[in-house]
């Protein structure tokens, strides 16, 4: 009496188990398919290697690395993820209410220019930032030649700065200019000289899972107000061909101008830079100083690896004059007042440039020269 039950049962089971099987043949041809859509094309990788056979240097530069295609196929992959994280990122944020600081004192401790001999200037960067209630040391500075005292530690010696009144520090990004050094770049940690020094307590806000003795490293990958009128704007994802940079910048909210924007080397984009700022802020955006990666020409100390290196552009492309002029058309248009540009990652054309269209507006990130905004 039972058996016609049965049997539908069975035919019931079997075919959820067919359209379970179809579902999941589905998802996983999907996935394959995506994953071929993010591949580079054949017209992509041709050009390549066309590129590669004239650039020597480059080709040599991208083996120690891998294989070629591979690493594009995967740079694809990662600019589709990046993408992604971005747009999710921007679709869960909402303005934030910081408060704001009655005066912003920035004080490049590291940098490409000097204000005197008696200055140590490096590839490199690191800011002392005061506002009225906060001192932060903003990145650390690359210290070449792994000496102690290294040139943070002599500038601020220089220059009358000690430790001890630093309230917090911000790492931008984990690269050996920042950190202060390869060695503690490659090891996800960073030092002010050439070994860690004690640093009691002090909290530090980093761009992604960091460690140092004794210490707690903070890793906020959202936008986060970490002192009054003071925030970072959360990490920004940006692959290049060797590898993914996660990068934050500071945002201060100066009363009765607005927000300045603090960069590490603004590897993110300026347009993205601005975009999340205008998302995160009802405040207009005043300023922006520091690093923002431009070297267009291989002079100074912009020699032939930084090109491959450029803010959206394959290694084997370079900036150029239109690039640079669409940044600045786009902060005109925002109304950007103050631009302070680093000379450790930019070179001498793209601040002429920048200086010629903000005129009085323009500072040049020199070490041991003060720039206060009230």
Known sequence: MNQPNFITNQNSLFMKSVILSLLVLICFLNAFSQQDQYKATQAEIDRMHQELKADTMLAKFISWHGDAESMYHAYKKNLHLADSIWKA????????????????????????????????????????????????????????????????????????????????????????DHVGGPKWSMENTFSLSNYQMELQNMPVYVPKPMTYPGLHPQYIPKPTKIAKGVATIGIIHKPIFLNDIAEQALAVNVKGKGIVLISGCGHQSIEKIVQRTDLLFEEPLYGMLGGFHFPMEEKRNITWIYKYFVVDKMPWERLSDQDVQYNIELLKNKGVKCIGFSGHDSCDRSLKLFELAFGKGFRKMTVGQSIVLK
Request: negative net charge.
């Open 89 to 176: 990122d921007q679709a869960s944020l909402s303005v934030m209410d910081i408060g704001e600081t009655e005066k912003l004192e920035i004080i490049p401790l590291i940098d490409w220019f000097t204000a005197s001999d008696s200055l140590q200037g490096e590839n490199g960067l690191a800011y002392l930032i005061k506002t009225d209630d906060t001192t932060i040391l903003f990145d650390l500075g690359l210290n070449p030649k792994t000496k102690h005292p290294s040139p943070l530690l002599h500038n601020m010696e220089k220059l009358g700065v000690s430790i001890n009144e630093i309230d917090m520090m911000v790492i931008s990004h984990n690269h050996p």
